[in-house]
T-cell receptor
Framework: QQQVKQSPQSLIVQKGGISIINCAYE??????FPWYQQFPGKGPALLIA?????SEKKEGRFTISFNKSAKQFSLHIMDSQPGDSATYFC???????????FGKGTTLSVSS | DGGITQSPKYLFRKEGQNVTLSCEQN?????MYWYRQDPGQGLRLIYY???????QKGDIAEGYSVSREKKESFPLTVTSAQKNPTAFYLC????????????????FGPGTRLTVL
């Protein structure tokens, strides 16, 4: 119930294309869903986050789509660039000050 | 510059040794966390603390210990009881929001890579 399942494990996209990463959860008490971007050897950086009272949130080229009934959320990266090549993690939590439950990550490679 | 610092960046441990990883934050955050990252895995919680002198075990606390004597500091000790300590260790912090909506926006440090020799 505490798991967050992330897919695909790896993704190759051409420059200018759309990258889509999906996550699914079971615990309906989760109320905060962030996405983190991590470059090799660095700590994760918060990219964008959403709460279940909205179905979509957009920040620049990054969009989260949220489907509460299906218990799924996804990250869309529009106009993907080589600089977007990184590992992306989805996460979920239900209470401030407690653990984020992370998916296992998606390694994105954007080819030029 | 506000942020989270971790030291050292690289750490090598011999079998049977205890080692301590440092984590400091100047964000005035109440909560601090330690996560472990292994290749191909997500981040897994070791310990977290919401207030000075109090901390809670996460999913994989065995073989680790922590202290929280100051709000800005949350060191992690990897003891000899941790049988497979080679991993990338990440410290994070967050505020405990004063009112709704309550979020859990966690900010991460640069990490410490621990290798057992």
């Amino acid at each position: 119930q505490q798991q967050v399942k992330q897919s695909p494990q790896s993704l190759i996209v051409q420059k200018g294309g759309i990258s889509i990463i999906n996550c699914a959860y079971e615990n309906t008490a989760f109320d905060y869903f962030p996405w983190y971007q991590q470059f090799p050897g660095k700590g994760p950086a918060l990219l964008i986050a959403i709460r279940p009272d909205v179905s979509e949130k957009k920040e620049g080229r990054f969009t989260i789509s949220f489907n509460k009934s299906a218990k799924q959320f996804s990250l869309h990266i529009m106009d993907s660039q080589p600089g977007d090549s990184a590992t992306y993690f989805c996460a979920a939590s239900n209470q401030a000050g407690t653990a984020l439950i992370f998916g296992k990550g998606t390694t994105l490679s954007v080819s030029s | 510059d506000g942020g989270i610092t971790q030291s050292p960046k690289y750490l090598f441990r011999k079998e049977g040794q205890n080692v301590t990883l440092s984590c400091e934050q100047n964000l005035n955050h109440d909560a601090m966390y330690w996560y472990r990252q292994d290749p191909g895995q997500g981040l897994r919680l070791i310990y977290y603390s919401q207030i000075v002198n109090d901390f809670q075990k996460g999913d994989i606390a065995e073989g680790y210990s922590v202290s929280r004597e100051k709000k800005e500091s949350f060191p992690l000790t990897v003891t000899s009881a941790q049988k497979n300590p080679t991993a990338f260790y990440l410290c994070a912090s967050s505020r405990l929001a004063g009112g709704p909506p309550v979020v859990n926006e966690q900010f991460f440090g640069p990490g410490t890579r621990l290798t057992v020799l």
